[in-house]
């Protein structure tokens, strides 16, 4: 699980994926006199953001903390990026405050259940196993539903999307919407031909092709009977084309592939065609949003760095 280590404390910014500081001559770099090793890492400050300092013990503390290992090479220009979300993380949190966002206990314990939720295992028992402090990466988690919140007020509420937006882009990006023949395909794979030819047997027998798929396949869909779901020619291994040859309900023959034998059997098939757009006008509706919420947090978040104050000293980072 990579949540804790990355993503719980630097998150929604790194989501977003937006390099607001791309290089460090975007913030005021400060002089540096003295030799690197004669001040100790608790103390050095490696950032200040309207007087609030980074350490280097900080730093080293949280980039530690994300498992990113990089090549030697490479390191230190890592490390300034990181530097940098660290500054664009502290920025947003000052301005929740400015904006009086409260985040309650109960909302952190909401948080930890759904992660314990999703990943069937305490949240403790995970982060120790990965040696992350518990009550640190609760801290974490405070910060980013802080951030969360202010990015939802003062960005993602701001942006709308028209149903007029929606019919203008299906109009202009027409041929996004052509969909190839699809077909719905089941399939039994084994790791031998002649566990293949028993299959075979079984199924001329009369024994149910998803019932058999459950109790003989290897594949990880055979808990669903074999059920592939739809797919297009191109979108499977090269192998798998042989069911667009087959009629409704045909089975294949044995089929190698370097995952074993397959047999396939064809439980539908969709013609060729335009996707509607009453069918496409929700993940339309999705991407346009996402379009414009990316375009206004840049605007915002320049915004932001333009009323707030900046000093940095990236050679502290060479320690």
Known sequence: MNIPRLTNYLAPVLLLG???FGC???VEEKPQSSPVSTVSAAIRVVA?????????AEFQERFGRTGIKPERE???EIKVEFLNRLIERKMMLFEAQRKRIKVGLPEINKKMEALRTEYGKDIKDLLASQGVD???WKSDVWEDIMIERLIASEVNRHVTVLPADVRRYYQANSQEFEKPEQARVRQIVVATEEDARKVEELLRAGTDFATL???K????EAERGGDLGYFAMGEMPAEFNVVFGLPKGGISGIVKSPYGFHVFKLEDKRRAGRIGLDEASKAIAEKLRREKEDTRYKQWLKELRSRTKFEVNYQALQQ
């Open 18 to 20: 937006l390099l607001f």
């Open 24 to 26: 460090k001559k975007k």
């Open 48 to 56: 200040t953001v309207n007087g609030d300092p980074i350490t280097l």
């Open 74 to 76: 490479a390191e230190l």
């Open 134 to 136: 518990f009550e640190k």
């Open 213 to 215: 798929a459950r109790e």
């Open 217 to 220: 396949s290897t594949a990880p």
